[in-house]
């Protein structure tokens, strides 16, 4: 049969039309990178040639060479300027005023679908609809859980969440071993986001060592970003395997898989039986979701759960364990910090309520230095240029352009924060010179109409945490520094450096 296969004429004729489609691709390719290069409306903005030509660029710089897009851009702006062309529809911006040229409340622009769609899960969600109109008619049904109002009144959940930490500290303490910080506050910001998103306390917080399976699990998918966004196909991919086939492929993922289960389990549950929501205290993403016409498939209400878990996790945890690495590596600032908070927490047995934390001037401006020191988001969150075009930085843009700013950009400006690597909580005790507040450069939630849902829930988290671990306890970190605070872009910042270890003695009053 191979035989008169291989004599029939079938063979070479195959191989030709072979060689003549991937001649063409060749052909094809090498045609649009040179458009690309020199006559693509953006061919006079500078960047590296290779980026001009094709999106592959990209992908060979976060998955071949594993490095920081972010990073790079650093360079990139020191060697070509304010603009720079690292797509061949892309361009990225160094300068602070381009930031709020992008992202402002006036800008109703799209968020780029060939990174947004699929980077969390495949079915819409208010992270990946990336028209503005369609956004913001989620984002108004949720919003009011997470106004300030709102976060306000659900303070005490969050104070439990604390408290269970607090509880495993002191496991901790008792079994004379130090407890990994990092950890911890994933662990705590897991529960409070299950907690107040679901009505799910996801437990995480008493797991041995803060090893909460689902937490390992997260930092485990958080460097597959940089694929997922160059290979989009494999979450839809992913999408169609049954839970258990994908723990099969990757143990690794268990802890994840097991919060996907628990979760389709409570919306099929709810979906079933609405008055299930009646019994719950107080309000969450389902109760806004189920009232809301049309509702939300089981997968979409899922993978909405999910991404509130991706947001509301590393993001916070991330700027409480920047700030208390550098906090215990001053003892200027931790004493500083220490005194203001025995000051105005007395009694042991009588924590403030948040809003009088919030009032503490030191303690926020370390709030405020945590969260400029680890960014929030790391990678260029990139909108689209609608038709008609936009100046920035003082260019015309034409639309269709894909445009960004990462916020290390307007974080490490040393104009607006001098010495800008340097945890400095006293530079947001000043106004900034011209009068202008240094808060305007503050942009770890990021600005405008696609910024951060969670942001009240955030600070909350902070303030709360921080005034519990450094009114509640003696601490001294183990064989780390603020040199560990090393990251890859990974979207978010995935941490590299040396396990936070700290030791901790509690303050009996
Ligand atoms: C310190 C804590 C946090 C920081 C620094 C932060 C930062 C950000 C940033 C920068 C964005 C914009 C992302 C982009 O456009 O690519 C964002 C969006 C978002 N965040 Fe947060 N976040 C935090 C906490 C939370 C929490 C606690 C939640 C909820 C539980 C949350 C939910 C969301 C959602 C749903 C979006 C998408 C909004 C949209 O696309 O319209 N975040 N966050």
């Known amino acids: 049969m191979l035989r008169l296969l291989a004599e029939s004429s079938l063979v070479p004729s195959l191989s030709r039309y072979g060689l003549a489609m991937l001649a063409s691709i060749v052909v094809w390719t090498l045609g649009k990178a040179l458009y690309n290069i020199y006559f693509h409306p953006l061919s006079k903005f500078p960047g590296p040639r290779m980026a001009a030509a094709t999106e592959w660029w990209q992908a060979w710089l976060e998955i071949v060479e594993a490095k920081s897009l972010c990073l790079t851009l650093v360079d990139l702006h020191a060697q070509y300027g304010d603009i720079v062309r690292i797509g061949p529809d892309e361009l990225h911006f160094s300068k602070p005023s381009a930031y709020h040229e992008i992202y402002n409340a006036k800008n109703k622009w799209r968020k780029n679908p060939a990174f947004y769609r699929y980077i969390v899960s495949p079915s819409e969600s208010t992270f990946s609809t990336c028209e503005y109109d369609r956004a913001k ?17 659900m303070q005490d959940l969050v104070q ?20 990994d910080f990092l950890r911890a506050f994933r662990c705590c910001a897991l529960d409070t986001v299950t907690s107040l998103c679901f009505a799910k306390d996801a437990h995480a917080t008493s797991e041995p060592g803060f090893r909460a399976p689902i937490g390992e699990a997260m930092d485990y998918t958080l460097p597959l970003t940089p694929i997922m966004k160059h290979f989009p ?21 268990g802890g994840y898989i097991n919060l996907r289960k628990t979760l389709d389990a409570q919306v099929e549950e709810i979906l079933r039986d609405p008055d299930v929501l009646a019994r719950v205290e107080h309000p969450t993403i389902y109760h806004a979701f189920l009232g809301h016409d049309p509702v939300p498939s089981v997968a979409e209400l899922r993978d909405e759960a999910l ?8 993001t916070s945890s991330d ?16 004493a500083r910090l220490r005194a203001e908070l025995d000051a105005a927490w007395p009694r042991l047995d009588e924590p403030p309520r948040y809003e009088a934390l919030e009032a503490l001037p030191y303690l926020t401006a370390v709030v405020k230095e945590s969260l400029r020191t680890s960014h929030g988001v790391v990678h260029p969150m990139t909108r689209v240029v609608p038709d008609g075009g936009a100046a920035i930085s003082g260019a015309f843009v034409p639309g269709g352009t894909i445009v960004a700013e990462s916020n290390i950009f307007v ?3 040393a104009t607006l924060f001098p010495e800008p690597r340097a945890f400095r909580p006293e530079r947001w005790l000043a106004k900034a010179k011209d009068g202008e507040s240094l808060d305007n450069w ?6 405008g109409p696609r910024s951060c849902i969670g942001i009240n829930l955030g600070y909350c988290e902070i303030y709360m945490t921080y005034a519990n671990l450094f009114r509640k306890y003696d601490l001294r970190l183990e064989g780390v520094g603020p040199e560990d605070w090393k990251w890859r872009d990974c979207y978010l910042p995935h941490y590299l450096g040396r396990d936070m270890k700290v030791w901790a003695t509690p303050r009996l009053s």
Not at 235 to 252: G, H
């Open 160 to 179: 439990g969440c604390i408290d269970n930490m607090c509880a495993n500290i002191d496991k901790h303490i008792q079994e004379k071993k130090p407890f």
């Open 137 to 153: 008619k989620r984002r108004d049904v949720i919003t009011p859980i997470f106004s300030r109002k709102s976060i306000i009144s």
């Open 411 to 413: 974080h490490w400006d």
């Open 233 to 253: 196909t494999i979450q839809i991919i992913m999408n169609y395997l049954s839970p258990d086939v994908i723990a099969w492929l990757s143990p690794q993922l």
């Open 319 to 334: 700027a409480l364990a920047a700030g208390t690495l550098h906090v215990l590596a001053d003892p200027a600032v931790h």
């Open 442 to 447: 503050l942009v770890p939630f990021s600005k």
């Open 307 to 314: 991404v509130y878990v991706h947001a509301g996790t590393d």
